[in-house]
């Protein structure tokens, strides 16, 4: 090359180094994903600062503890990692009619180690509707009394809310259409997301593709694992939306089921949602392979809705979304073998999965196996539609 040319290219690649290098550091400093970090009941748990240096080794910076016990809250002191606290059901009835129970947990569990451990939600039950319906009217009382303690204790930025299941959902298709189940809307959301507004806190509901897409086999298994290819799409007919992936299928179903209760502007946060990378018999479906696919899938999706709109209907509906750490044993309602993590459960990964690397370079790495699994994934689509 003589000096002519390279006083022409020299800038040109500059710029280009630079367009990559400033691209990739603000995609993976805003994917905003999390995972979901459980304690197994019959022990053999790796230690709290063995799971922390995986979570950091994978730069991730939030965590939905599902069992928040103290020395687990206490081990990410001074870590920066922000953590979404989730109580069991069996708190909610005892947080409803006993406020200074709730006061008594904020204030140890949360307060007294403000701000070195950065709490920055409580959620109070999961999925109560499904699982416990008996305890549903307790649900409002005891996230209000958790909210109380809370402002008494000075913790502003702390908001407070309960997990919701899909389930509580008529329909994902179309999701202009989806409303919250006649028996629950009024009696139960409508007051709820009442407050979640008024105090500003989120709406917190559980997605899972792989649920959806064992019901219906409509679906075809690419639009379930962001395979988006030319010919995979559903389209709303009432709002003319362009759907790619049943993700966001299902979380504009939670939008508008909100909207129709009449509140538009709630934050979603989506607590869990994940693919199994091994089921039981009669779940094919559930394959590492798949996992992958979907796990790399949404982060890269998640990392281009933070330039473009976090879903297609409400832009930045999703400001969080948790995917598993590790693997379960018998999650309640699912195959018993059902396995959701992207790690196993003495922390060694399953495949690569690192946040800081983007999605980009994730993929460009992305083994043979999955290149091949997407190219069959891409004729089914298109047979499909
Ligand atoms: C409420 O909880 C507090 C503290 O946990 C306890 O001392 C008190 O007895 C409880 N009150 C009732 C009515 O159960
Ligand atoms: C509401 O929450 C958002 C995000 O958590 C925060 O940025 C904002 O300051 C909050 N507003 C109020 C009035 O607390
Ligand atoms: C961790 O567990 C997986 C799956 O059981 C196994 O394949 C792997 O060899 C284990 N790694 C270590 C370091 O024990």
Request: glycine share 6%; with cysteine.
């Given at each position: 090359?003589?000096k002519?040319n390279a ?5 040109l690649v ?7 290098i400033?691209?990739q550091k603000s995609v993976?400093?805003?994917?905003p994903?999390?995972?979901n ?6 022990g053999?748990n790796p ?8 979570l ?10 599902l ?6 809250i ?18 909610v009835?005892?947080?409803?009619s ?9 204030r ?9 451990i ?5 959620s109070?039950?999961?999925n ?7 305890l ?11 909210h ?6 000075g ?8 997990t ?6 008529t ?8 409303q ?8 139960f959301?409508?007051p709820?997301?009442?407050f979640?507004?008024?105090?500003n ?11 959806l ?8 298994i ?16 009432v709002?003319?939306?362009?759907y790619?992936n ?7 179903a ?7 209760l009449?509140?538009?502007d709630i ?5 869990e ?9 009669g779940e094919p ?22 330039s473009?709109?976090a879903?297609?209907?409400?832009r930045?509906?999703v400001p969080?979304?948790?995917i ?13 073998e ?10 060694t990964?399953?495949?690569e ?5 983007g ?10 196996a999955?290149t ?14």
């Amino acid at each position: 090359m003589n000096k002519k040319n390279a006083h022409f290219f020299l800038p040109l690649v500059l710029v280009l180094l630079t367009a990559t290098i400033s691209g990739q550091k603000s995609v993976f400093a805003r994917i905003p994903i999390g995972v979901n970090y459980a304690k197994h009941a019959h022990g053999g748990n790796p230690s709290p600062a063995a799971v922390i240096s995986a979570l950091r080794s994978m730069r991730i910076d939030r965590v939905r503890l599902l069992v928040p016990d103290l020395d687990l809250i206490q081990a990410f002191s001074y870590t920066g990692i922000s953590l979404l606290l989730c109580l069991h059901n069996s708190y909610v009835p005892r947080f409803a009619s006993n406020e200074s129970e709730a006061y008594t947990w904020v204030r140890d569990h949360v307060a007294s180690r403000y701000p070195r451990i950065r709490v920055v939600m409580l959620s109070l039950g999961s999925n109560v509707l499904t699982l416990s319906p008996d305890l549903a009217e307790f649900v409002l009382p005891a996230v209000q009394n958790v909210h109380r303690a809370l402002r008494k204790l000075g913790l502003r930025h702390v908001s407070v809310s309960t997990t919701a299941s899909f389930e509580a959902l008529t329909s994902a298709f179309p999701p202009s259409g989806a409303q919250f189940h006649q028996f629950a809307a009024q009696s139960f959301f409508a007051p709820l997301l009442d407050f979640l507004s008024a105090t500003n806190s989120s709406f917190l509901v559980d997605i899972c593709p792989y649920d959806l897409f064992r019901t219906d086999p409509e679906i075809p298994i690419g639009f379930a694992l962001f395979q988006e290819e030319p010919f995979s799409f559903r389209d709303d007919p009432v709002t003319g939306i362009r759907y790619r992936n049943l993700f966001d299928v299902m979380v504009d179903a939670v939008i508008n089921g909100m909207a129709a209760l009449g509140h538009d502007d709630i934050p979603v946060v989506v607590t869990e949602t994940g693919w199994p990378s091994s089921g039981g018999p009669g779940e094919p479906e559930a394959s590492l392979v798949y996992a992958e696919m979907y796990n790399r899938g949404l982060v890269r999706h998640l990392a281009e809705s933070v330039s473009r709109t976090a879903s297609p209907t409400r832009r930045d509906a999703v400001p969080e979304t948790y995917i598993y750490l590790q693997d379960e044993d018998a999650k309640q309602g699912r195959g018993a073998e059902a396995r959701w993590g992207i790690l196993y459960p003495n922390l060694t990964k399953k495949y690569e999965f690192d946040l800081s690397r983007g999605a980009r370079a994730a993929d460009s790495c992305a083994v043979a196996a999955v290149t091949a699994a997407a190219l069959l994934l891409f004729r089914r689509s298109f047979f499909f539609f």
